[in-house]
Structure formats: C-alpha cells, structure tokens
C-alpha cells in the first residue's frame, strides 16, 4: 500500500514537472547535436593524428561537455510529503535490519557458547576416563 502511494506521489510529482521537460528538449535537442557534432570532428582529428588524443584537448572538449550539461540538466527537489514518508520508511527499514543484526549476533553467541560447553565436556569426559579410545593413557602419544 505504502509503495502505491509512492507511485502515485511520483507521478504526481512528474506531471508537475511536464512544462519545464518540454521547454528542455530543446536544450536535450541542441545538446544532441552539439556531441555528434564534437564526436564528428574529434573523429577527423583522430583521422589526422593517427594516434591518441592529447590529454589537454580531452579535458577540454570534457568541459564543454558539463557546461552543456550544467546548462540542460535542471535540479529537482522532491515534494516535502514525499520527502517525510521516505525518511519514516528509511527509519523503519534501518530499525529492521538492526533487530536482524542483533539476532545473528545472538545466535552466534549462543552457538559459541555451545561449542564451547561440547568441548569442555568432551575433556572433562576424557579425563574422568582417564583413557582415549585407542586404550593408550592420556598423557602418551
């Protein structure tokens, strides 16, 4: 129930933001076109060159790219509902998975403590016999 209504919050929150998607294809479009463009002539400069890429074009053509980018790409900030019901259920799932560690840790311990008793009974039982069962005494290998 809880993961419908995140469905329904996000589309929500979706249709909300159809106005600036659309005045961004634009920007998508140009920003298209703007890579084949530098994918092209990157490859005609790779064509002449014959070899690697220098580093400094790289990192140049790599700036243009997140200006671009920075320029397209618009920040969006999640409704305050939809924020609140992802801390609590975040909360929720964290306290779960804490139970679940102390439990293995329990378990472990108990099992710890049990191979302990095992082996601690197990010399106690071999001392008061006194014997292994190969019959040789206990102190001669």
């Known amino acids: 129930m809880q993961g419908e209504e995140l469905d329904c919050a996000g589309e929500e929150h979706l249709r909300s933001l159809m106005p600036q998607m659309m005045l961004n294809t634009r920007i998508a479009q140009s920003l298209g076109k703007e890579i084949r463009r530098a994918a092209a002539q990157k490859m005609r400069y790779r064509a002449a060159m014959r070899g690697r890429m220098p580093l400094e ?43 679940g560690r102390q439990r293995r840790w329990l378990w472990l311990m108990v099992g710890s403590l049990l191979s302990l008793l095992g082996v601690a009974t197990a010399l106690l039982l071999r001392r008061r016999n006194g014997r292994l069962q190969t019959g040789k005494p206990v102190g001669v290998m």
């Open 57 to 99: 074009d790289v990192v140049i053509e790599l700036r243009k790219l997140v200006r671009l980018l920075c320029k397209t790409l618009v920040p969006v900030r999640p409704r305050s509902e939809f924020a609140r019901s992802l801390g609590e259920q975040l909360q929720v799932r964290g306290t779960e998975l804490a139970a």
